[in-house]
């Protein structure tokens, strides 16, 4: 990259008065007499004297009808319990169905959409599918058929553990229409992460696929599943769809089978009725169980209704990313990440084209995110930083030959960026024209805290501010605002917003405790992120502030990791801690005590990577495996993490008064 002077207290876009002019945003506050952006927020998330008497109700009600999302049944109020944000019930008394909004509404044979392309795909290997909504809504009522006809009614969880081929957006739509509750899996989970998700939540049924291609190799995906379900229970019927088979000539691979409880997709779910009436539900009727793994041990499994997601990220689609009538919008993700379902619904609630793409970003060449922007031409583009990291270490040299005009907004979320990538990818893909939208929020809210608007110039690295809607703030450990610009503090959430989680599905207690305890009076969503507002106003973050690892975007529980290391048998104890890294944002590190010294070897570090890679999925195989003799322990017993990671990045570990052994942490300063 060419030498730079920019820093991140440097406004670098400035978007131009006719691109404000054109953006949705700029027609909402034109719509509300609405003169700047520090009004817009102000307007949506405070109470305004003489204007509205609360922003955050205000906003939220008239969001309906703004964006014509449809009840069945109109709600009478927007909200009841706003004394209690932590349980606030809104939209009490409507009845809706995503599946309406997002696809039945488009594929009548009235509307002007059914005939256009609601999944545009694009397999590894280069073959192409253009799915319309027509063709996609009758799929997802042959998926409520089967569902049906295999015993799932509304409340009931569905697996999906599927690669990104266009029938996983059929199975989730479909169990909408049911009312059943999805339950997405990333396909790169291992065994045991898939097991606890199945087991969690007492799957009935559970939609996979033979494998799926992943550098121009197949990757079988039915075994992993038999195995996960083997430990997990409670799967009835596994249905099967073809894609590693459905390449001609077919690739041969062993696929093993139980014949009672494994169905081919092709000789059920393509065999239904394509009819089928979609169910008129509560709003706040669970629509799906999205997991993001705690420091416990068990992944937390994060409750949804379908008015809140809906509305979120209709929202942030329509005013963030400035979708129009005939964009192509791209997010790379799995269907079993937030910004899966996210995106789906997001595009669809307005008619629009999702982009999927199935493979690796730099297969067969490190241009092939690029060749797809120019082939297809894509309009928005979201990323993770990690991949652009990794995409900008090939060169300048695979960006030369590629057009990418048809980009207008860039987006990122999942973890800080660093000030290199972050001009590369604006300067490089978005020809510093783009704005570049990165966003933080997360599973449990389904959307977005913190996004900036397409009107607003930009910081490098930077969030932008509060999302509409989003009463966010930055405070200190007595839960007060801080004070001065610049002063890190923790991110919270002072308010409810539609698509916060409901609850969790282990309880109102964790629940509680997970998000809601850390500040009481006035209770406080703590989400766990170290922030930061400049002078100017504009919002950074620094990272998480609990024990997560944030493993390039993807959250895992150390506990997860030290979970599956402790299955060797060479391992009696072991710590996870997260370090910074220049391409992940964060790597795992693994300390371990073994059962004998004379254990200890580079053979058994590798054994134990890959058991954890095998177990918990590639991205969270350790870089490094440690061998020490003891590690530190309170008197309960419990490891701390916390002085584990503080001397491994060479940090003051601060009171040191809780060790019970402190002659573990002479050892570890040896080690390091």
Known sequence: MKETSVTQDDIVHEPSEPFIESTNVWAFMQTYDID?????????????????????????????????????????????????????????????NIAHNVLDRHAG????????????????????????????????NQVANELEARGVGAGDTVGLYMPMVPEVV??????????????????????????????????????????????GNP????????????????????????????RTPEIDVEVPWTGETDHW??????????????????????????????????????????????????????????????????????????MGPWTLIGTHTFGGTVFMYEGAPDYPQPDRFWEMIDSHELTQFGISPTAIRALREHGDEWLEGHDLSSLRILGSTGEPWDLESWLWFYERVGNEECPIINISGGTEIMGCFLMPMPIQSLKPCSLGGPGLGMDIDIVDSDGKSVKNDNERGFLVARDSCPSMTKSLWAGDDRYGEEYWSTFEDPPLWDHGDWAQRDEDGYWFLHGRADDALNVAGRKVGPAEIESAAMEHDAVNQAVAIGIPDERTGTAVVLYTIVETKSDESESLRNDIRTLVGEQQGKPFRPNEVVFVNELPKTQSGKIVRRIVEAIHVGENIGDRSSIENPSALDALEEVR
Request: net charge negative.
């Open 36 to 96: 700047n952006y520090d009004e817009l927020i102000a307007r949506t998330t405070k109470d305004v004297p003489g204007v509205n008497a609360s922003g955050i109700d205000w906003f939220w009600e008239e969001i309906v009808d703004y964006l014509d999302i449809e009840f069945y049944r109109e709600f009478d109020t927007v909200r009841n319990g706003t004394n209690e944000p932590q349980f606030t019930t809104w939209y009490p008394d409507g009845t809706i």
């Open 109 to 140: 044979t009235d509307s002007e959409t059914q005939n256009s392309i609601a999944c545009l795909w694009e397999g590894e290997g280069g073959n192409i599918r253009r799915v319309t909504y027509n063709e996609l809504h009758r799929q997802a």
């Open 170 to 215: 059929s199975i989730l739509y479909g169990c909408f229409k049911v009312g059943a509750i999805a339950v997405p899996i990333f396909s790169g989970f291992g065994v045991d992460a898939t097991a606890s998700r199945i087991a969690d939540s007492e799957c009935s049924v559970l939609f996979t696929a033979d494998g799926f291609y992943r550098r």
């Open 219 to 246: 990757v079988g995906l039915k075994s992993a599943a038999d195995e996960a379900l083997e430990k997990a229970g409670y799967v009835e019927h596994t249905i099967v769809y073809k894609r590693l088979g459905s």
């Open 265 to 338: 997709w092709k000789e059920s779910v393509a065999t239904r009725s394509v009819n089928y009436k979609t169910s008129e539900l509560e709003a706040s009727h669970t629509s799906m169980l999205l997991y993001s793994s705690g420091t416990t041990g068990m992944p937390k499994g994060i409750v949804h209704s379908h008015a809140g997601p809906l509305v979120q990220a209709a929202k942030e689609v329509h005013f963030g990313f400035d979708l129009m009538a005939d964009d192509r919008f791209c997010w790379v993700s799995d269907i079993g990440w937030m």
